[in-house]
C-alpha cells in the first residue's frame, strides 16, 4: 500500500511537472509569436559593428575577401557589397550592406 501510495504520488508529480513545463512553453511561444516580426528586423548600428570588428582579424578597419569568408552571406555578394571595388569592405560598406 505504501508502495502504491508512493508511486501514484511520483506519477502525479511527474505529472505536474509536465503541465507546468507545457504551460511554460505555450506561454513563451505566445510570447514569442506575438513579438516576431514578419521580416527579421535589420540589425542595429552596435550590431553591425561588432560583427565587422569580429570580421576584421588583422583590425586595419576594412573586411578584405578572405576575412569576408567568415561571413558565408557577405562573401557570396562580396563584389555587390564593395560598391567602390577597392577589394576590401569598409565599415561603411559593410554597414549598408547589411541593413539591405
Ligand atoms: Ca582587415
Ligand atoms: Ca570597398
Known amino acids: 500500500m505504501t508502495l502504491k501510495r508512493k508511486t501514484l504520488s511520483a ?3 511527474a505529472r505536474s511537472v509536465l503541465l507546468i513545463a507545457g504551460w511554460t512553453l505555450g506561454a513563451a ?3 514569442l509569436a506575438q513579438n516576431m516580426p514578419a521580416r527579421p ?3 542595429s548600428d552596435a550590431e553591425i559593428s561588432a560583427i565587422f570588428k569580429q570580421t576584421d582579424k ?3 578597419g576594412k573586411l578584405s575577401r578572405e576575412e ?3 561571413l ?3 562573401a ?3 563584389e555587390k557589397v564593395d560598391a567602390n ?3 576590401s569592405l569598409s565599415a561603411e560598406e559593410f554597414s549598408k550592406a547589411m541593413k539591405m
Open 41 to 43: 528586423a535589420a540589425p
Open 58 to 60: 588583422n583590425g586595419d
Open 11 to 13: 506519477n502525479f508529480e
Open 85 to 87: 571595388a577597392d577589394g
Open 72 to 74: 558565408p552571406s557577405v
Open 76 to 78: 557570396a555578394n562580396f
Open 68 to 70: 569576408a569568408a567568415a
Open 29 to 31: 511561444s505566445a510570447a
